[in-house]
């Protein structure tokens, strides 16, 4: 919640936006590829219920992740979501000074904060695209969060830039949870042994439609993923969430996912362009995510008038470093994407300009 010290809610998510009276909205709050998970993986998936009296063993999708980013299965930590890492970080390392890169996804800090530690914000700015500066970031910082693809301006950092944030002595936290809707993965460090302290986070549930379940991975040194395997819970990742993890880690799916990063990256082409048609609406570019991060005035009137027209958008003043005048827009295919674009010209208008 937010407090007079501090006015971001950290724990706002998208998904706050299409609940309850949200459930009938059209959804662009939420960055979860539509139309997922697909028909093949969902029966994968339940397929696997006929384990369900077995405890869970996840040897082979930690050895099918390692492989994916030719790396051995003592580098991997599957989790029960990105946001369980974020967790096990926070609780697990023995740090004394923690800088989180805002804007950015914020469990994070939440999580910083709920283990009794006190962050330090390194806030990018509009004016410079919300690119990194490494010499920004404190240098007795001993841990670093970073998101890439940011979420939520949508801006790629070169992998060159985030890895000068490694030092000896530091742990260098690299969200790649939104790097498979970046075609050809271009600037990942997941599966980099020489850059010290490397943590990097990946999602399953983004790309593939699998929030509900709950199912991510960590790459790093053994010894960081072997300190924060001994804070997890015993049996913490279900059997149809490491099926899902060994099967989306596959051939298939690793086709599929290259095939929709590029369809996400038509799409947003497409939106980004009639987004540049409406007076007032200042996108940040070059947006590289399955969303994008949009500037117009009095935008909290314009999302509450969207949502009359029957569309959900995520606002952006819960994130550190955004305020008020800030929306982040999932995006879309054509079809919804025109059918948003008309509300959204129609809000503004509404609003006076």
């Known amino acids: 919640m937010p407090t007079e010290r501090d006015p971001h809610d950290l724990r706002h998510h998208g998904d706050a936006e299409v609940r309850d009276d949200g459930r009938t909205l059209v959804d662009l709050a939420v960055n979860v590829r539509a139309g997922t998970p697909p028909a093949w993986l969902r029966e994968v998936v339940a397929g696997s219920l006929d384990g369900l009296a077995a405890y869970p063993d996840g040897r082979a999708a930690r050895a099918a992740v390692a492989a994916r980013h030719g790396l051995t299965p003592d580098r991997v930590l599957l989790t029960a979501g990105a946001a369980e890492a974020f967790v096990l970080l926070a609780r697990a390392l023995k740090v004394r000074r923690p800088v989180v890169v805002h804007p950015q996804f914020t469990e994070p800090e939440a999580a910083l904060r709920d283990a009794g530690h006190s962050v330090d914000r390194v806030l990018l700015r509009a004016q410079d695209g919300f690119r990194l500066d490494p010499a920004a970031v404190p240098e007795d910082a001993d841990l670093v969060v970073i998101g890439n693809p940011t979420n939520p301006t949508s801006v ?3 992998a060159g830039a985030v890895a000068r944030l490694a030092r000896p002595g530091r742990t260098l936290v690299v969200d790649e949870a939104f790097m498979d809707a970046v075609p050809g993965e271009r600037e990942a460090l997941a599966g980099r042994t020489d850059v010290p302290g490397l943590v990097v986070l990946r999602s399953l549930t983004k790309t593939w439609g699998l929030a509900g379940l709950r199912i991510g991975y960590l790459l790093a040194s053994p010894e960081t993923v072997a300190d924060l395997a001994r804070a997890q819970p015993l049996w913490p990742v279900s059997t149809p969430a490491l099926t899902a993890a060994q099967t989306c880690v596959g051939p298939r799916a690793l086709a599929e996912a290259a095939h929709a990063a590029h369809r996400v990256a038509a799409d947003r082409a497409h939106l980004v362009a009639g987004l540049s048609d409406i007076a007032g609406v200042r996108v940040v570019g070059p947006a590289e995510g399955p969303f994008v991060l949009v ?11 969207l949502r009359d027209l029957g569309f959900a958008v995520r606002r952006g003043d819960t994130f550190p470093g955004l305020g008020e005048e800030w929306l982040r827009l999932a995006v ?9 674009l008309a509300a959204l010209r129609r809000a503004v208008a509404d609003d006076g300009g």
């Open 156 to 158: 790629l950092h070169p």
């Open 295 to 305: 500037r117009l005035p009095h935008a909290a009137a314009v999302r509450g008038r």
């Open 332 to 340: 879309r295919d054509r079809a919804t994407v025109d059918r948003f």
